[in-house]
C-alpha cells in the first residue's frame, strides 16, 4: 500500500500485521481521488476509522491544509504517525483522536468543527440480514449528527461491502457511486431538510 498521488506519492505505508486493518487499496484510492479531482486543495478532512491513515495522508499530499483522523486502535495509531513522519508531513497537520467513532462525533459537532470531505471505510462486517443492515457502514448513514459536521457543499465518501446493500436515508443525496472487486464507494452531500 502507497500514497498514489501528490507530493508524498509513491511513498510505501507502514500497515500493522495481522487482519485487524483492511487498508484501501491503491487501485480504489486512485479512484476516489480521481473524482474528487480539486475538491482536496486546501480542505479540512475528516477520518473515520482511520487505521493507518491512508485517506488522510493522501489528501495531504494532495493540498489539503489538515487532517482530523479518528482510530480506536493505539497500535494503529502509533502506525498512522509514522506513516506521517515518513511523508515529511508537517505535524500540525494531523490532529489525530484515539477513540470510537461514534463516541467522537458529538464532541467535534459541540466543539463547532465543521469539515469539506468526512472519509471513512469502516470494516466490513457480516453481509446484510433482514430488512436494513446492520454494518458499521449503515450506523454511519443512519447517524444523525454526522452530516452537521460537513460544510456546504461538503463530501462525505464512504466505502462498504459489495455484499453489504446499504439504505441511504432521505438526509443523503448520492451524487456518485462506485463499485472496485468487493468494494463500493459512495460520495454524499447532506441534504438539509430544515428538520432537527
Known amino acids: 500500500m502507497r500514497i498514489v498521488g501528490g507530493s508524498a506519492g509513491g511513498l510505501i505505508l507502514k500497515v500493522p500485521r495481522g487482519l485487524a486493518v483492511r487498508p484501501t487499496p491503491d487501485l480504489v484510492k486512485q479512484a476516489i481521488f480521481n473524482s474528487l479531482g480539486t475538491r482536496v486543495l486546501d480542505a479540512e478532512v475528516l477520518e473515520l476509522f482511520a487505521g493507518t491513515g491512508a ?17 480506536k486502535s493505539p497500535r494503529h495509531a502509533a502506525c498512522l504517525r509514522e506513516n506521517w513522519r515518513r511523508a515529511g508531513f508537517e505535524p500540525e497537520k494531523l490532529e489525530l483522536r484515539i477513540q470510537d467513532v461514534f463516541a467522537a462525533i458529538e464532541p467535534l459537532l459541540l466543539a463547532g468543527r465543521r469539515f469539506d470531505l468526512v472519509l471513512a471505510d469502516p470494516p466490513y462486517g457480516p453481509k446484510t440480514r433482514g430488512p436494513r443492515s446492520q454494518s458499521v457502514a449503515q450506523q454511519l448513514l443512519d447517524h444523525p449528527w454526522l452530516p452537521r459536521l460537513l460544510r456546504p457543499g461538503g463530501r462525505f465518501i464512504l466505502g462498504h461491502a459489495r455484499r453489504d446493500e446499504v439504505q441511504v436515508p432521505c438526509l443523503w443525496r448520492e451524487v456518485k457511486m462506485m463499485r472496485h472487486g468487493d468494494s463500493v464507494v459512495r460520495f454524499l452531500e447532506f441534504q438539509d431538510t430544515g428538520a432537527d
Open 55 to 71: 485517506l488522510s495522508l493522501e489528501c495531504i499530499s494532495r493540498g489539503a491544509r489538515l487532517a482530523v483522523c479518528v482510530e
